[in-house]
């Protein structure tokens, strides 16, 4: 069955430090692949997404390429704020449509420091 | 402003009672699902409906059912409450093309 793989939290860093948040997946098929953000006391938010290979996703500084060749999705930032400190969740859709169900990694604690 | 709105916050109930967690959203979606949220194990999928009186099991319905009578309201069902069903409960919404919707979940305890 399809499964994501998150790089193992949690992370921390200081202001202004480039982020890395790795996620690799496993799947039939060719999913669509997400980064959600939950912050403190809240449901999960759409960062960005990519429906097909080589796509890029961005938003608010963050980024990821969606590369079939080593099934992966890395989330990326130059330069991280403290309002990003939350948890991000790597997750792929069973099917094209962004609506279709959702399988969803382990998250990542990501703590920014002042 | 898309909505979906999880009837309680924090819930404590005792083992063996009955609970139900409601979800309503606005948005006129045809999708909805319930996820369970645990430290380490991210989320996992436990029943969806992608139509109304539609339900299908998602990774781990075990322990869990579902009511789906209204396109707007998914309620997910703990028939008879064990501690292991301490967890957050996350309810989402999606149609096809603008993706999936979350509630800002439920706390629930289990004692």
């Known amino acids: 069955g399809n499964s994501v793989t998150q790089m193992e939290g949690p992370v921390t860093l200081s202001e202004e430090a480039f982020l890395t948040i790795n996620c690799t997946y496993t799947?039939?098929?060719?999913?669509?692949l997400f980064w959600y953000v939950q912050y403190p006391g809240e449901g999960l938010q759409l960062l960005l997404k990519a429906t097909k290979a080589d796509d890029k996703g961005s938003n608010k500084g963050f980024e990821a390429t969606y590369r079939k060749e080593t099934t992966s999705f890395h989330l990326e930032k130059g330069s991280v704020q403290v309002s990003d400190s939350a948890v991000y969740f790597c997750a792929l859709s069973e099917g094209q449509a962004s609506g279709s169900r959702l399988t969803f990694g382990e998250g990542t604690q990501l703590t920014v420091n002042p | 402003d898309v909505k979906v709105t999880q009837s309680s916050r924090y819930l404590v109930k005792r083992t063996g009672e009955k609970v139900f967690l409601e979800c309503v959203q606005d948005?006129?979606?045809?999708?909805m699902f319930w996820y369970r949220q645990d430290p380490g194990l991210g989320l996992r999928l436990i029943y969806f409906s992608y139509d109304v009186k539609m339900k299908e099991k998602g990774d781990i319905p075990e322990g869990y059912s579902v009511s789906r009578e209204k396109k707007e309201r998914f309620s997910l069902i703990l028939e008879s409450a064990s501690t292991n069903q301490t967890s957050m409960y996350l309810c989402a919404s999606s149609s096809q093309v603008e993706g999936l919707f979350f509630g800002s979940g439920t706390q629930l305890s289990v004692l």
């Open positions: 799947a039939t098929g060719y999913p669509s």
């Open positions: 948005m006129d979606h045809e999708n």
